[in-house]
């Protein structure tokens, strides 16, 4: 098994992330969202490490960083084209496909499940927890998220316990509170 500092040299840089938000124009608006997600992933997975749980923080770091890389190319090619398929593809034409590109291909609320490791978990959560750039609880992302988009109305409360369940396994509920 790697060591995380191993691990690390396989994961781009924090500037190399900003490069790619740059090379796939990511919309200011969707890298405030990126950086607030990351910033909570990052506690998150802090949080979880406190509790004895392995977890790759820089693996959630880059992946919370990068979930949205291809969102421009979900919102122009319309209900067809999934920005997270897009996303994973696109890390894998930049050389991090595998781990990286996963968590980026399973942080869809549609994809949470206990199935997926430790950090897919995590940066599928965080990104429940921020609406626009704000950290918000669970309930109010869900809420936002049935308004923006009623269609998915129903995988969201279909998904609404497992987010619950995780946020009641890692004690989470308060983490938005404690840490800000």
Request: proline residues 3%.
């Amino acid at each position: 098994m790697q060591s995380n500092t191993e691990r690390a040299n396989d994961l781009p840089s924090i500037h190399k992330c900003r490069d790619l938000w740059d090379k796939y124009k990511m919309p200011e608006n969707i890298r405030a969202h990126t950086l607030s997600v990351a910033r909570f992933a990052d506690a998150v997975a802090a949080h979880l490490v406190a509790q004895g749980i392995a977890v790759d923080k820089e693996l959630v770091n880059r992946g919370a960083l990068l979930h949205d890389i291809a969102k421009l190319r979900g919102i122009q090619g319309g209900k067809d084209v999934h920005h997270t398929d897009e996303g994973a593809a696109i890390l894998g034409e930049e050389g991090w496909g595998g781990r990286l590109a996963n968590v980026v291909r399973y942080h869809g609320t549609e994809d949470f499940s206990f199935a997926l490791p430790i950090e897919d978990q995590i940066v599928n959560y965080a990104d429940r927890r921020v609406v626009h750039d704000r950290i918000v609880s669970l309930e109010e992302r869900l809420a936002d998220l049935s308004k923006r988009y009623p269609g998915a109305l129903k995988i969201i409360d279909e998904k609404r316990p497992l987010y619950v369940e995780f946020e009641e396994r890692y004690h989470l509920q308060q983490l938005i509170f404690d840490d800000e």
